[in-house]
């Protein structure tokens, strides 16, 4: 029941812009979306959040449409070490508690 | 800063036997979550404390688990007696806000195994 739709895979050559997707059109207007990724077996990543406007890091950044229904994350010169799962994570809060709700995700591979 | 810990890193175990996992949450985080992911399964919530207290545990599996937190620090989550099925990988993750539940931070997750 995750409320968010993201693509099961996709490839990216090193040094290029990797674009990840993820649908959320049941977004609430209070409700943040989060990004992390999961390196083999290892614990998720966070990468970024944002509301409404886009952000950007160190890392990443995250393009929100107005409508708030979509989000882009952008990793602008992806290398091999990113290749991840990437998860696109709306916090389901109920009685106090934001628990995330994870998905498939999206597994990037960089290819060299 | 010292990110979130866990310990062990790997737990390999017969079946009925009981295993503890720990987990120290960043200092000052007053929330910790408990997720795992069983074979090729998503990783699941299990539950949730607002510093000692257990705000939701609805993603516990069974009367098995037992997870505390006793003085609002670390916490621990008991496996009683274990089954072939809860191999998988338990991760913890913290967070500071209490109100909007903020950025949750994992830890490196500790790898399960039932014989």
């Known amino acids: 029941d995750a409320k968010t739709t993201q693509p099961p895979s996709m490839d990216c050559a090193e040094g290029r812009a990797a674009n990840l997707p993820c649908n959320h059109s049941t977004i609430s207007g209070n409700e943040y979306v989060y990004w992390y990724r999961q390196i083999h077996s290892q614990g998720p990543q966070y990468i970024i959040h944002g509301l409404k406007n886009n952000e950007t890091n160190e890392m990443a950044s995250l393009i929100i449409t107005e409508d708030r229904k979509s989000s882009t994350l952008i990793l602008p010169h992806a290398t091999l070490r990113d290749t991840a799962v990437y998860y696109c994570?709306?916090?389901?809060?109920?009685?106090?508690?934001?628990?995330?709700?994870f998905g498939t995700g999206t597994r990037l591979k960089v290819l060299a | 800063e010292a990110g979130v810990t866990q310990f062990p890193s790997h737990s390999v175990i017969e079946k009925g036997q009981t295993v503890t996992l720990r987990c120290d949450p960043i200092?000052?985080?007053?929330?910790l979550y408990w997720y795992r992911r069983v074979m090729g399964k998503e990783i699941k919530f299990l539950l949730h404390?607002?510093?000692?207290?257990?705000?939701?545990e609805s993603g516990m599996p069974n009367n098995r688990f037992l997870a505390e937190r006793t003085g609002g620090t670390y916490s621990t989550l008991k496996v009683q007696p274990a089954e072939l099925e809860d191999s998988g990988v338990y991760f913890c993750a913290s967070s500071q806000d209490l109100i909007t539940g903020g950025t949750q931070y994992f830890g490196p997750g500790t790898r399960l195994t039932v014989l």
């Open positions: 404390f607002v510093k000692e207290s257990k705000q939701d």
């Open positions: 200092s000052g985080h007053d929330n």
């Open positions: 994570i709306v916090p389901r809060t109920t009685s106090g508690t934001y628990k995330y709700i």
